[in-house]
């Protein structure tokens, strides 16, 4: 299983980012597969932001939920997050999971795509 | 919302054991996820549900939960542990992760 993260290093404050993760090695049409994404500002934690099921069920961090879109495109491999209002906080590497196990104090964060760095700036 | 807390750093000498703790109000009824992170890198899972070691994982890798503190113990640690480490827990509908703590090996 690989995952790689793509989209903008630079966005403007308000805009919206967009990332996609492209993933190889499953299907996300097999029963019980969850993916979503992480979030980790330079020098800090690391912070859960959303998720999302094969049969479409999505789970956000409430913190964030007003602001965050998951959605997935089965055909093309693909996971897709969209952050609104971006801010400097939003400053972060953003990357892509694979969670082993159902939502819930079971689940793992098994595979971890190698991140995409997204800057806040005018 | 919920709160994991982690010492910020440990320092251990190559060849010995090193403990990390993570702490939180009713972890005892939760299960923690270890990840370790080295400087440039993605994080990688190195215990789950408390005290499993995924493959791959060196057995020198082992996790202990007891009350409300889990506890990953690093045992014959070599300069290639240097790293952050994270534990992680769900409550309430939410993935948590902790501050961090980290291994300095001296």
């Known amino acids: 299983i690989t995952l790689k993260e793509s989209g903008p290093t630079l966005v403007k404050p308000t805009q919206t980012l967009t990332l996609t993760c492209s993933f190889s090695?499953?299907?996300?049409?097999?029963?019980?597969?969850?993916m979503g994404w992480v979030r980790q500002p330079p020098g800090k934690a690391l912070e859960w932001l959303a998720v999302?099921?094969?049969?479409?069920?999505?789970r956000y961090s409430p913190s964030l939920k007003s602001r965050l879109t998951i959605t997935k495109d089965t055909s093309k491999n693909q996971v897709v997050l969209t952050m609104t209002n971006m801010g400097p906080e939003d400053t972060a590497t953003y990357f892509c999971?694979?969670?082993?196990?159902?939502?819930?104090?079971?689940?793992?964060?098994?595979?971890w795509g190698q991140g995409t760095p997204v800057t806040v700036s005018s | 919302s919920y709160e994991l807390t982690q010492p910020p750093s440990v320092s251990v000498s190559p060849g010995q054991t090193a403990s990390l703790t993570c702490s939180g109000e009713?972890?005892?009824?939760?299960?923690v996820s270890w990840y370790q992170q080295t400087p440039g890198q993605s994080p990688v899972v190195v215990i789950f549900?408390?005290?499993k070691r995924p493959s791959g994982v060196p057995e020198r890798f082992s996790g202990s939960h007891s009350g409300n503190t889990a506890t990953l113990t690093i045992s014959g640690t070599q300069a290639m542990d240097e790293a952050d480490y994270y534990c992680?827990?769900?409550?309430?509908?939410?993935?948590?992760f902790g501050p961090g703590t980290k291994v300095a090996v001296l």
């Open positions: 999971v694979h969670i082993f196990g159902a939502f819930g104090g079971l689940s793992v964060f098994d595979i």
């Open positions: 090695g499953f299907s996300f049409t097999t029963s019980g597969v969850w």
């Open positions: 999302i099921h094969w049969d479409d069920d999505e």
């Open positions: 009713n972890l005892g009824d939760k299960y």
């Open positions: 549900q408390d005290n």
């Open positions: 992680q827990t769900w409550d309430s509908s939410t993935f948590v």
